[in-house]
């Protein structure tokens, strides 16, 4: 009886934070997206740039695997980031017919501006906190990071 009881406030908690997380995620996504629609980049195209900030190029196989779409649907996404300016694709060295596709210096400014923003905003969300919950939040999102990561 303990454990259906443990289970059933288990389960209740478990739906609670899908619920916070749902709203969380619209409270973010649409901030964030308010801060990309000075950019005329959609979620999708930021997270691209944001692989690329952290990598000298990629290929369009490596976009699309870490994307989780077709080769085709990285090309789209590719194509609309070069018209904007912020990616460039380059031959590789070691084979003319291998595309790469490196940030350019208005894609690294515009991760780095929506990622001043983001910051901003979570220290004024952990103003709200004290010390110790500030600490607790992070270490949450870590270990929750780190389960998402090894997926």
């Known amino acids: 009886m303990v454990a259906v009881t ?11 934070l899908a619920d916070i997380l749902t709203g969380l995620q619209r ?3 649409l ?8 950019g005329n980049v959609s979620f999708p195209q930021y997270c691209l740039l944001g692989f690329l900030a952290h990598q000298p190029h990629l290929t369009m196989t ?3 695997q870490k994307m989780g779409h077709t080769t085709a ?8 980031l070069e018209k ?6 380059v031959h590789g060295l070691d084979d003319r017919r291998k595309i790469m596709v490196e940030i350019t210096e208005s894609g690294s400014a515009l991760v780095s501006e929506v990622r001043d923003d983001m910051v901003t905003n979570i220290l004024r ?27």
């Open 27 to 29: 409270c973010f996504i």
């Open 73 to 80: 649907a990285a090309t789209g996404l590719v194509d609309r």
């Open 84 to 89: 904007l300016g912020h990616v460039r694709r």
């Open 31 to 38: 901030a964030l997206s308010k801060e990309l629609g000075r």
């Open 62 to 64: 490596e976009i699309a």
């Open 125 to 151: 969300i952990m103003e709200t906190l004290l010390p110790a919950e500030q600490k607790a939040w992070l270490q949450i999102y870590e270990k929750v990071s780190a389960f998402c990561q090894n997926k």
């Open 6 to 16: 443990q289970d059933t406030h288990l389960r209740a908690d478990a739906e609670r």
